[in-house]
């Protein structure tokens, strides 16, 4: 059977060289220092936190309901001007085509024409 024995230890590694505070350390450090954390969180700071979260949230939820209201008046502004144009054209072509001329025009095509003698007045006594 084996026996045990001691292993070699390797040789410990180069202490590292201390990493330079990121974007990330220096936002936190100055939190801190501006927020007067500490190592804890105080529940007053928390509440404001949440409150300036919640707020922005809002913000973005107004907005985004804003640019879609303005979308939707922007739709219904255009499908007006459409249905306005077609009502006047549709109109001009009806009065155009509602004139005495263009009626008798019509009407010498199916073999009827215009009277030409005045209608005459009965009298009755």
Sequence with gaps: MATNTFRDRP???MPKTPRKAGIF??????L???LELGDELPTETLKRIIW???LGIFYIYVQHNYEGFIKKIDKARNEMEEKRAAYISQ???YMFASK???IAKKLTENGLEEN???PTK???K
Excluded: C, H, M, Y
């Design 11 to 13: 040789e410990p590694a």
């Design 25 to 30: 350390d220096r936002l936190n450090t100055w």
């Design 32 to 34: 801190t220092n501006r």
């Design 52 to 54: 300036v979260g919640f």
């Design 91 to 93: 109109k001009s072509r």
């Design 100 to 102: 005495q001329s263009e």
């Design 116 to 118: 030409i003698t005045p």
């Design 122 to 124: 009965i009298v009755v």
